[in-house]
């Protein structure tokens, strides 16, 4: 049998096609395993994961977020946003929090639930593109669309450049990707493009200000209220990317582990009150990443493991969403699964993702329009999954649906 250390390849994509069995060993025999490539200690199980996010003082998010950055030794996103952005993902508290509050209204419990009807009105206009007994490609036809549409309304974007936003949210994902100096260059002048869009908005924003997204940035700017104009680049692309990427993975899964698992599609089409359930056993089961990187910040131990100032961290999400010291079963998609405790897909502690309530309520209302038309569908053949060492989803998915 091979050591742990030896399958628990995290710096190779192709690990993550199912890296299953090696995280249920992991759980079992060392919760926290130490990979020598990268100086780093993987955590595999939910309380260990809990309990250090809550450690912003010990476990740091300043060395970046991505393995990638573990990879290179420094944050990926710097050479994006320069010494000026900040990265709300990449800051520790003081400073987090006071962005984090910054941005709170426009993610205010009021504000993202009284977007309900628009998000249904927009699922039923994309459902109506689908016709029965005809491959549809579920990834491009609506799970990357429906995500763009509702946060660009709601950072106050006009939304009528849904492809571009698209082209440069994915630019924005490969921060979480190992690139050579030209790939990355190339990426960059990408995403300088997207800057200049988001910058033309702001002028238009100055003019009429809304309760969006961008006009809360702006009026922070404006008091000196800890923002500047570079932060609102840098956080109105962190909430375009993680908007739209972490939704498209999510409504992918979903559709895909109901169609492997036509029992658990038929209960939820007799009880369509299981929805949200399903959401959340869908973030549990195949969340859209894999995890995020910590840095040391001062000496520590855990489960007797001396951990050092600058060694990395891995907070490896989709292994302590399958822990059996929390779930009961947890290999089984299971529909009806109580959604407490809480998943870690969108992380713990004081970086979980502000947006998690927004990509909830899209998903369950997708869900309960889809399964009320189409409560049949077949994958059909072999989707692409994403090999990568953040994302967890699929680059297309064709479907045939059935009324």
Known sequence: ?????????????????????????MRAEEPILFYDPLNIWIFSKYEDITEA?????IFSNSGGIFLTDAIQGDSV??????????????????RHSEIRRVIAPAFAPAV????????RADCRVLLDRITVEEPFDWIAEVAERLPLIVIARLMGLSGNNIDELARWSDEIMRFGEVMSDASR????????????????????????????????????????????????????????AGGNETTRALLGNMVWALAEHPEQRELLAENTELAVNTVHETLRWKGPVHGFIRKVAQETERRHKAMSPGQFVYFLYSSANRDEDIWDDPETFLVSRACEPMNLAFGAGGHRCPGNRLARLETRILLEELIARFPLWDVIGEPRGIESLFRNGFYDMPVKFRS
């Open 112 to 119: 993202i639930d009284a977007m309900e009807d628009g998000i």
């Open 53 to 57: 996010s809550r450690l912003s003082n």
């Open 77 to 94: 996103a710097d050479e994006y946003f320069g010494n000026e952005g900040e990265l709300i993902s990449s800051l520790d508290h003081p």
């Open 1 to 25: 049998m091979k050591e742990l250390a030896e399958l628990a390849k995290i710096d190779d994509p192709t690990f993550y096609n199912d890296p299953y069995p090696t995280y249920a060993r």
């Open 185 to 240: 260059a190339e990426s960059i002048k990408t995403f300088s493009a997207m800057n200049d869009y988001i910058m033309a908005q702001m002028d238009e924003k100055r003019e009429q200000p809304g309760d969006d997204v961008l006009s809360v940035l702006l009026r922070a700017e404006q008091s000196l209220d800890y923002v500047t104009v570079a932060n609102v680049l840098s956080l109105s692309s962190a909430i375009l």
